[in-house]
């Protein structure tokens, strides 16, 4: 991505990673299953080997029927699950289906970092589905990241909930001022900006940012927590409500009609009138219509230990956005150190950090991990009835940005299972999966990509 690509727009939150390296995530996509040998483990799994619900299985045995259905443990099946449990009229069964350990996929292997889209993505979503949408887009990620730190703190959840500022950081001229234009825009449009904190003073942008050659700073709330921790006490919460949780259990496909569904596994078969598909990156596997609308994407993190001159009473307080006119870093520096996320790691490569180490120990690159991300051919989720499978349902395609959608994703797929119309979820009508939106994008050769 050059500036001249920009074309007045900046990529919205969730593309940090990207750049010129996303030229892999143009390739012909795989579209099977989860690999169940010799994957990578994440900060997070590594840190809960110990916890029991990474191989539970509620019963031996895998039920005959069920009421629902579930594929998929990461955070979208997991509060699915839970709000359907939680509803006034929760169905009686609910088995949840994962291929590998708990919550295994995207959502325990991200950078754990939740952040709004306040502002960025303004004119790339009017682009694509005018002024309307864009203004509900940005609102709903607000919302879902509100829902996200109610639900830790009302239920005290363990997950190293982090509330601060995360700072989108613009690197050159050329930048600053396309962010600047957006910003404007966004404002005209009757955007709410009362939350952001817009510094354009290049001293005032270094010393907030503490990058050097930073031209200008916005700022608003975000959180960093960890994932899995969160997803685990989602399914604690589900257990105690009835839910089967059965772990290393892939499903290879799912046959039958309209409200009489076959979910097919090697332990056994499930029937079933709803069947929700929260396999994200995976979906194409299990349904090739989505091939093409949603392209699964190797995505990557990496730990890495500050210098002595960012530790201490000097560490960094922030999460970053660091933007180049060829790709945005994301950052998120904790206590756990910095993580990294995606391949464009140049900004991340601390060069820019304003004070050298004259003292004390240097950057210390510790670990990387791997996951993959569900691309979307239209950059939002694909969300609602699987079009000609009445009783299949999805919520697949979060692009890189699922912790800023899901909370209030997963609630309105339960909402829109039990019978609620679209407008009743409060989602932006843009995110509704339909024939034409799946066929739009339908890779040509998908019947004869590999399963595998
Ligand atoms: C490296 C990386 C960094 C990221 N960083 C961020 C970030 O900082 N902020 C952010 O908002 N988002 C980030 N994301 C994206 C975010 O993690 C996802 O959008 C979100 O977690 C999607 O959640 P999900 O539950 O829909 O999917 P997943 O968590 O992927 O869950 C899908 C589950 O379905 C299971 N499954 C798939 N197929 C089958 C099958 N056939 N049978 C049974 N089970 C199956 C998988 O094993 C998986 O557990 C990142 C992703 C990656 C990979």
């Known amino acids: ?256 009609s309209a409200n009489k569904w076959t979910v097919h596994t090697e332990r056994g078969d499930i029937s079933t009138p709803v069947v929700v598909h929260a396999t994200n990156a995976y979906a194409g596997a299990l349904l090739p219509e989505t091939r093409g609308a949603i392209r699964p994407c190797p995505h990557m993190c990496n730990k890495v230990l500050p210098p002595s001159t960012f530790a201490g009473s000097r560490s960094l307080k922030n999460s970053y956005a660091i933007i180049y006119p060829d790709g945005i870093s994301g950052t998120d520096f904790g206590h756990r150190g910095i993580r990294m996320v995606g391949h464009n790691n140049r900004g991340m490569s601390l060069n820019y950090l304003r004070d050298e180490p004259e003292r004390g120990s240097r950057v210390l690159y510790d670990y990387a991990w791997s996951g993959i991300i569900a691309r979307s051919a239209d950059q939002v989720p694909y969300i609602g009835a699987v079009p000609g499978k009445p009783g299949q349902w999805m919520c697949c395609g979060h692009n890189g940005h699922g912790m800023a959608r899901i909370f209030t994703a997963a609630p309105a797929l339960a909402k829109l299972v039990q019978g609620a119309t679209w407008d009743e979820t409060g989602l932006p009508e843009c995110f509704e999966v339909s024939n034409e939106r799946l066929h739009r994008h339908l890779d040509p050769n998908w019947e004869l990509n590999e399963d595998n």
């Open 1 to 256: 991505m050059h500036v001249k690509d920009l074309q007045g727009s900046l990529p919205p939150v969730g593309d940090e990673g990207t750049g010129r390296s996303s030229k892999l995530e143009k390739q012909i996509p795989r579209t099977g299953r989860p690999v169940e040998v010799g994957m990578s483990l994440s900060l997070w799994l590594q840190t809960v080997r110990n916890n029991p619900l990474l191989n539970h299985r509620t019963t031996e045995e895998l039920p005959k029927t069920a009421d629902v259905v579930i594929i998929g443990s990461g955070a979208t099946g997991s509060l699915t699950a839970l709000s359907l449990l939680q509803s006034p009229n929760p169905p009686k069964s609910v088995v949840l289906l994962e291929a590998r350990e708990l919550c295994s996929g995207a959502t325990g292997r991200n950078a754990g970092h939740c952040k709004p889209d306040q502002w960025r993505g303004f004119t790339k979503y009017e682009t694509a589905f005018g002024a309307e949408q864009a203004l509900k887009i940005l609102s709903n990620e607000q919302r879902t990241w509100e829902g996200l730190v109610e639900y830790v703190k009302k239920h005290n959840v363990d997950c190293d909930l982090w509330v601060g500022k995360t700072l989108d950081v613009l690197m050159t001229d050329d930048v600053a001022e396309v962010a600047a234009n957006n910003f404007s825009n966004y404002q005209a449009a009757g955007g709410d900006v009362s939350k952001i904190e817009v510094t354009t003073d290049q001293d005032k942008a270094e010393e907030i940012s503490r990058l050097k050659g930073a031209k200008a700073v916005y700022a608003w709330d975000a959180s960093s927590l960890h994932p899995w921790k969160l997803v685990a006490h989602i399914n604690q919460q589900s257990l105690d409500l009835g839910l089967n949780l059965q772990t290393w259990t892939p499903v290879t496909k799912v046959s039958g």
